[in-house]
């Protein structure tokens, strides 16, 4: 079994997610013993266990089998009704369960994939992962190319070589451990090791740009959330003059009442790796208004949306550090929060300018108050591109990039 990563095309009936309870358990989906009916379930529900002194016997669980009334809503387990089990035996009692061949069958097959995922993991993963089985022919090609380098150039030089190897690049890195990976790393060449790695870096910052440049009229808040800051976070932390990184996404910042409503989520924060100090993210979209009408001559406002972001931003801020103590005690990553820094990335500055004609004093409105502001920092769609195309020109001073790959830094207006 390998690890799976991002794999959309993978049929799920093959893939194994496991979700962790602890250091030393995780849970999976259940084996189902049979097709389920309106009114009855019958399965395995498998808990991977570390287990020290015989790691061969990694899996225990349960055969649940329940029922339910036509006209009742939910099955017991989905309400959670305390079930039936051995401790419910008493003197005189016998508890049977009896499978017919089908559904020993199932679970046979479903133990089998099962020990052979536990036989594999040298540790309890963190979060939630998935894992495949995975085809001995790419291990076997593997096994060849180690042995003659000269076939893989072969295989590149062919008209569909390279999809050919970057498939099997896929393969061979899902559910490499990252000593693992360095273990492979440290045995390359040096010279190829840069070129690797730049290479790697330029397709990350290239797929991002993308996004971001084709995504710039793009008003639905929750595809920045999840399609671009959850799969590209580095690309906020380019904001910050510390080295940050992802802390968490719609995080919970405190401020529920007593009816345990009102609690306030904030949409990311990052973290000080140096400090440990975090600070607080809220994005809108660039579609989102900057500034309002005028107010008076080379004057503008602010729109709604502007100062509202910034006095959201400020709530999440202040009930973070009214709850910090509550939160600490109940997290488990360490972090500290010294006066957290909050930054708005909202609205595009293509927004001052009407009729490719610079609007002055739209620019003069904005730099002025952003710039005024005290610890929030106000970042639009088209400045977080713009970095990228920064970072990207950097990379691309390498003589071996060549000029048809290369992604021009002023597309702003393209």
Not at 64 to 93: A, M
Not at 324 to 343: E, H, I, Q, R
Not at 378 to 395: A, F, M, P, W
Request: glycine share 6%; hydrophobic share 35%; net charge negative.
């Amino acid at each position: 079994m390998r690890h799976l990563i991002n794999d959309e095309g993978s049929n799920p009936e093959d893939v194994i997610s496991l979700t962790s309870t602890s250091s030393q358990t995780a849970v999976t989906d259940p084996v189902m013993l049979r097709d389920p009916t309106s009114t009855t379930r019958l399965y395995f529900k498998p808990l991977f266990v570390k287990n020290s002194k015989d790691p061969s016997k990694g899996v225990e669980g349960k055969i649940v089998y329940e029922r339910k009334g036509k006209k009742d809503e939910s099955f017991p387990t989905d309400i959670g009704t305390e079930l039936l089990s051995k401790k419910s035996i008493h003197k005189g009692d016998t508890l049977e369960l009896s499978l017919n061949s089908s559904e020993t069958k199932s679970l046979y097959l479903g133990l089998r994939k099962l020990y052979a995922l536990a036989g594999s993991l040298k540790y309890m993963p963190n979060g939630n992962v998935s894992f495949i089985e995975m085809d001995d022919t790419a291990q076997k090609l593997l096994s060849m190319l180690k042995s003659n380098p000269s076939v893989a150039r072969m295989l590149v030089a062919e008209p569909d070589g390279f999809e050919l190897i970057e498939e099997l690049f896929r393969l061979l890195t899902q559910g490499t451990s990252r000593d693992k990976l360095r273990q492979v790393l440290d045995g390359l060449e040096s010279p190829n090791l840069q070129e690797l790695s730049s290479g790697i870096n330029l397709v990350q910052l290239k797929s991002a740009s993308a996004v971001l440049r084709d995504n710039l009229s793009n008003s639905h808040e929750e595809f920045w959330q999840s399609e671009v800051f959850s799969k590209y976070p580095w690309i906020i932390s380019q904001v910050f003059s510390s080295p940050c990184v992802l802390f968490g996404e719609k995080a919970y910042v405190g401020g529920k009442a007593i009816d345990n409503q009102s609690g306030n989520v904030v949409d990311f924060i990052y973290q000080n790796q140096m400090t440990k100090n975090v600070a607080l993210v809220e994005i809108k979209t660039p579609c989102t208004p900057i500034l309002g009408n005028q107010y008076r001559q080379q004057v503008r406002s602010l729109s709604r949306e502007m100062s509202g972001a910034i006095n959201q931003v400020l709530n999440y801020k202040q009930s973070l550090l009214r709850d910090y103590g509550n939160l600490v005690t109940a997290s488990t990553k360490d972090f500290l929060a010294f006066n957290p820094p909050c930054v708005v990335i909202i609205g595009n500055t293509s927004e001052f300018n009407a009729d490719g004609v610079r609007d002055q004093a739209a620019f003069s409105t904005f730099e002025n108050f952003r710039n005024c502001l005290n610890g929030v920092t106000i970042v639009t769609y088209d400045e977080l591109l713009e970095k990228i195309y920064s970072l990207l020109g950097l990379l691309q001073t390498d003589a071996n990039t060549p000029e048809s790959d290369q992604v021009p830094l002023l597309e702003l207006n393209d």
